[in-house]
């Protein structure tokens, strides 16, 4: 958590939350300690969905469905989502949990690894979500940016990676040095990019919000 423990408490307790199904499955989730977007995440992600109102959504990371089945149940109805997720169990999961929800015809699960989907992809999308590895994130940027329209938003959750991105390399974890370096140059690409205008917001673990706003951004 990157903001204080009690002001993170308090904008918690504001956030109406999403009632019937959802919150039934965000319990099931984290109970299974699978993960799924924070509170903070979903309030800012119900903002962006009302105020842009996205038509072709992707997601890369689904897990069990839920941010799917959360994004779907903010936008509009004719809204429709395409998700990327790699692990089996939770492939199965996601599928049943579309079912229950009755949102298979407005979700679809391409199955696979992310980089090798991403390339696959036809057509567009005005919302792009990326929840998956960390580490991965600079090799889906490129293919994110073949399918984001003009005008679109890219959002990419956990960056901030609990605060420890802001150290030098040398005070991180060996094992955690090279997730740590991408992520950096992640942040940096998108900070930097000609066609993109981002926000990182302390949201969560971190949240990038950036805006394809052309060659003159
Ligand atoms: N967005 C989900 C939600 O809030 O309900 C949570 C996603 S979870 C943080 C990340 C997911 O990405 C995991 O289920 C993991 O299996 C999946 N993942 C990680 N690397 C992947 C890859 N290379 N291709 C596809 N899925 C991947």
């Known amino acids: 958590m ?3 423990e009690r002001v993170s408490a308090y904008i918690n307790s504001l956030y109406p939350g999403s009632g019937g199904f959802l919150e039934k ?3 099931e989730a984290r109970a299974a300690h699978v993960p799924v977007i924070r509170r903070e ?12 109102r996205p038509r072709n959504i992707l997601e890369v990371g689904t ?19 395409v998700t990327i997720e790699n692990n089996d169990r939770r492939i199965s999961e996601a599928r049943k949990n579309f079912a229950r929800a009755g949102a298979e015809d407005r979700i679809t699960l ?12 036809d057509g567009s999308y005005d919302l792009i979500f990326i929840d ?10 490129p293919r994110v940016m073949k399918v984001l329209e003009e005008g679109g938003l890219l959002v990419s959750d956990n960056v901030l990676q609990g605060g420890e991105i802001m ?6 974890e060996r094992r955690n040095r090279t997730i740590h370096a991408r992520m950096r140059e992640y942040l940096y690409v998108l ?22 706003t052309g060659k003159n951004a």
Do not use: N, W
């Not at 000609?194 to 919000?209: A, F, H, M, R």
């Open 167 to 172: 150290e030098s390399r040398f005070a991180v």
């Open 25 to 27: 499955l965000e319990e």
């Open 63 to 81: 897990a069990v469905g839920f941010s799917a089945l959360f994004m779907s149940a903010y936008a509009s109805g004719d809204c429709r989502i």
């Open 191 to 212: 900070t930097h990019h000609e066609e993109l205008t981002t926000s990182i917001l302390p949201v969560g673990d971190g949240v990038t919000v950036s805006v394809r």
């Open 2 to 4: 990157i903001t204080g």
């Open 132 to 141: 998956a590895a960390k580490g991965q994130y600079p090799g889906y940027f």
């Open 41 to 52: 995440t979903q309030s800012l992600l119900r903002f962006l969905i009302a105020s842009h």
């Open 110 to 121: 391409l199955e696979g690894d992310a980089m090798e989907v991403l390339e696959s992809l």
